[in-house]
């Protein structure tokens, strides 16, 4: 008789004591291996893979896409200004001086997407120290927690200091094309709602 | 209102790169006496020993950030009135809110240019 056929008829005695104590370490072995995938479940939940995956990393990847854009586009304006000065006509000193002195100001102005590819950077290893965090954690209850109730809540993550900082003083970093304000809107904004009233309007 | 092209700005940026751009951009439209300063604890110390006609500061810093920095210029009886402009790649409705509510002058969002700028300077002096 097979220890299968046996377990589908639990009612019948054992035919050896060393059977029973087969069975007995075969069951707390399974109960184990039970209780190891409970806590694995609770551990996996704990890492929140579904809010990686479906917000930290498409985010991610749209900061990445964007310091692509921003560098090719500094890179066209710095060579368009560049191009520019080879081809000022020396002859007139005064124009070949403006015109040299509009192409350094559009090169500075190029400049400016390190500050902002900077930033977008900033973000991306913001949710690479996250997925590092949880990951680590996930790792250390794996090597040092017993048995975790598996129907217990998943807790919610505590807010680090850092977030609590940027969460009260806005810190948002740079928007993704057609998610911020443009300054258009600022500069109606600024125009138009310069009272009080017209600024509690938009908390209405 | 023509604005005193001798008046003595400070830039506020981490970023020592866009401290360089604005010094750049600011020297083209004729102003030559520009400090600077990497967070808005400097900016403040500062802005404590020198008195500035104008700051143009950024908002993702630390420390202190541009937004804190305006609360507290705001808040000093001795700088309240330093008109403050927000030069920032944080283009959100709630932040440019903020500033506004903060009592800023004026905001302007990264990546910007000289044209830009110098508008945003006659705005604040010609208010």
């Known amino acids: 008789m097979t220890a299968a056929t046996r377990k589908t008829r639990p009612d019948r005695p054992p035919d050896s004591a060393d059977e029973t104590v087969v069975e007995g370490m075969l069951r707390d072995e399974i109960l184990s291996i039970a209780a190891d995938i409970s806590r694995m479940k609770q551990e996996i939940g704990r890492l929140r893979p579904g809010e990686i995956r479906q917000s930290h990393i498409p985010e991610a990847g749209r900061e990445l896409d964007a310091i692509v854009e921003a560098t090719e586009s500094a890179t066209h304006q710095i060579m368009e200004q560049a191009e520019a000065i080879m081809e000022a006509d020396a002859v007139d000193a005064d124009a070949y001086r403006a015109a040299v002195q509009a192409a350094a100001m559009g090169i500075f102005e190029a400049c400016s997407f390190q500050d902002i590819t900077g930033q977008r950077i900033g973000k991306v290893v913001e949710t690479l120290h996250l997925i590092e965090r949880r990951v680590s954690r996930f790792i250390d209850e794996l090597e040092t927690h017993d048995l975790i109730d598996a129907t217990a809540a998943i807790p919610e993550e505590p807010e680090t200091e850092d977030a609590r900082r940027k969460r009260e003083l806005i810190v948002n970093g740079p928007q993704s094309d057609g998610e911020g304000i443009d300054q258009d809107d600022i500069d109606a904004f600024f125009g138009e709602c310069s009272a009080q009233s017209d600024i509690d309007k938009l908390f209405d | ?127």
Do not use: C
Not at chain 2, 98 to 109: D, F, H, L, M, T
């Open chain 2, 1 to 127: 209102m023509a604005v005193d092209t001798s008046m003595p700005i400070l830039v506020v940026d981490d970023y020592k790169t866009m401290i360089r751009i604005i010094r750049n951009l600011l020297k083209q439209l004729g102003f030559s006496d520009v400090d600077d300063a990497s967070d808005g604890t400097e900016a403040l110390s500062k802005m404590r020993s020198r008195r500035y006609g104008l700051v143009i500061s950024d908002w993702n810093m630390e420390p202190m950030t541009g937004y804190e920095l305006l609360r507290h210029v705001r808040a000093d009886g001795g700088l309240g009135r330093t008109p403050f402009i927000m030069v920032t790649a944080e283009s959100k409705t709630e932040n440019v809110i903020a500033a506004k509510k903060a009592g800023v002058n004026n905001y302007i969002v990264k990546p910007f240019n000289a044209q830009t700028l110098k508008g945003k300077i006659d705005a604040v002096f010609s208010a």
